[in-house]
């Protein structure tokens, strides 16, 4: 039965071959399956002027080419198929993955800052930190980096004052009321207190990027000696990686 979604996304014209749907400022899951949802609609109805689309975890931005010259005659579309869309295919299908962290002093170097910060001990962020299912709400800022939701909120640490000039790639971080991995070695200033032997980005693979959109993880403690372990099979049989997607 077709029903009428409840909230309009709000448009706006951005740029002179761009377009911004807005579904509000909560950063939540009901939020997002809207704006996968509404990604659907813009690829099946754009036509052939569509582009490109950018979602975050809120929005949904989309570049059409120079062909597009009635902008709001394409807002009224997508609108239109939006209202009559079908409620019972906002929420898509997930992928669940296991996504092994060692939080060995090794790889913790900011650890007693949160724990300073927040109160906790040390068992008591790595139980809040890995015993919660997160949502990958989008991909960016490097290639492979998940934006990740939703932290708990007793985890929350502000951003180093000052940036590291370099985090491994693997590295579990909190930024914020934000957690995130970080996909490849680069400048960094969350707050680093684990990390994965998984990588998240490898063009070798068959497919190079192992998050998704839409990817529900829970991080699961191991030892540093299998850290070790996990990281020399993958050396050898990267395809293996798959074996941390639970289903």
Same mark, same amino acid.
């Given at each position: ?33 809207? &704006? ?17 689309? &950018? ?58 800052? &949160? ?133």
């Amino acid at each position: 039965m077709n029903k009428p979604y409840e909230q309009l996304p709000e448009a706006m014209i951005t740029g002179e071959n761009s377009l911004r749907f807005s579904f509000g400022s909560r950063v939540e899951k009901g939020t997002y399956y809207k &704006v996968r949802k509404f990604c659907k609609i813009v690829e099946q109805h754009s036509g052939p002027y569509f582009q490109e689309i &950018v979602p975050s975890f809120h929005t949904v931005t989309v570049y059409f080419n120079k062909e597009l010259k009635e902008p709001n005659e394409m807002i009224e579309r997508l609108l239109t198929k939006w209202m009559h869309g079908k409620e019972e295919e906002a929420e898509p299908v997930e992928r669940k993955l296991r996504i092994p962290v060692c939080y060995d002093d090794k790889f913790s170097l900011d650890m007693d800052r &949160v724990t300073s910060h927040t109160g906790l001990t040390r068992e008591e962020v790595i139980s809040l930190h890995a015993g919660h299912t997160y949502t990958v709400y989008m991909i960016g800022f490097l290639p492979g980096f998940p934006y990740l939701g939703k932290l708990h909120e007793r985890l929350a640490t502000p951003r180093l004052p000052t940036p590291r000039d370099k985090v491994s790639r693997g590295t579990v971080g909190i930024g914020g009321s934000q957690t995130g991995i970080y996909s490849l070695d680069c400048p960094g200033g969350w707050n680093i207190i684990g990390k994965t032997p998984l990588d998240l980005y490898l063009p070798e693979r068959k497919e190079p990027f192992f998050f998704q959109a839409g990817d529900q993880l829970e991080f699961q403690p191991v030892t540093l000696g299998e850290f070790h372990e996990i990281s020399k099979e993958l050396a050898s049989e990267p395809e293996e990686i798959k074996r941390f997607i639970a289903d």
